[in-house]
């Protein structure tokens, strides 16, 4: 059987690859967590999560799926609102679903009178706030004089009227982190390939250890996976 999870974007599945790896590495007992596909949003409105879920429903029995996982970033929208969004999606592609209370919680969905699905979801965040680049800001494990300085910067901005938002602060935040205190000499001769979210495969590939997996920050996420744990 599959478990499937539902990502935002490329760089959202790259992550939890990276840390689905570096849990499992440690398993000496339990069952591994195991994802065998990932179906991304490219951004997220209702329509294309709900989407989604409908193209699962349609293959489901064909590709064996058994729990489907939903991986959005929270933003500002707080859990309940996001719960909402979810629910309306699950509500509209499967009859008579259970309701989704709570994140890391699995429900039953009846497909038909022999096929069941479990289905559970997590809002990326940082204290019910945020996305990717908010949690890699959090994790962060480098000396990181560059990225630092850039509360400077903000409060410069802020003082002369200006503003920026988190979620934008973040993004930059983090991608000076990876082109000034991450990235060696030899890579910054290809920073665009080797320096920059643009290509966060290579990073996660090739340097995963500027971010600290075992931050309680990921304590969440890591509950959540843990729904995914398989005998193989």
């Not at 709900?50 to 929208?77: F, P, Y």
């Not at 931050?215 to 729904?227: C, G, M, V």
Request: charged residues 30%; contains cysteine; hydrophobic residues 35%.
């Amino acid at each position: 059987m599959s478990n499937i999870l539902i990502v935002e974007s490329k760089n959202d599945k790259i992550f939890l690859e990276a840390l689905i790896k570096h849990i499992n590495s440690d398993i000496q007992v339990d069952p591994p967590i195991f994802v065998d596909d990932y179906e991304e949003l490219k951004g997220l409105d209702q329509a294309k999560l709900t989407i989604v879920l409908e193209d699962l429903k349609a293959s489901l029995i064909e590709r064996g799926i058994e729990k489907i996982g939903i991986v959005i970033d929270i933003d500002d929208q707080g859990t309940d609102r996001r719960l909402e969004m979810v629910n309306n999606c699950i509500k509209n592609v499967f009859d008579n679903p259970e309701a989704l209370n709570n994140t890391s919680e699995l429900i039953k969905l009846t497909i038909d009178d022999v096929t069941e699905i479990e289905i559970a979801c997590y809002f990326t965040n940082v204290d019910n706030q945020g996305e990717l680049e908010t949690v890699l800001k959090a994790i962060k494990t480098k000396d990181n004089p560059h990225a630092e300085c850039l509360n400077d910067w903000r409060k410069c901005l802020t003082n002369k009227g200006h503003k920026i938002t988190n979620k934008d602060f973040d993004k930059f935040w983090v991608s000076i982190y990876l082109r000034y205190d991450t990235c060696s000499k030899n890579e910054q001769k290809q920073a665009g390939r080797k320096c920059g979210m643009s290509n966060f495969g290579y990073i996660m590939e090739h340097k995963s250890n500027i971010w600290d997996f075992e931050h309680p920050i990921l304590k969440d996420l890591k509950n959540f996976l843990a729904l995914f744990k398989t005998e193989i």
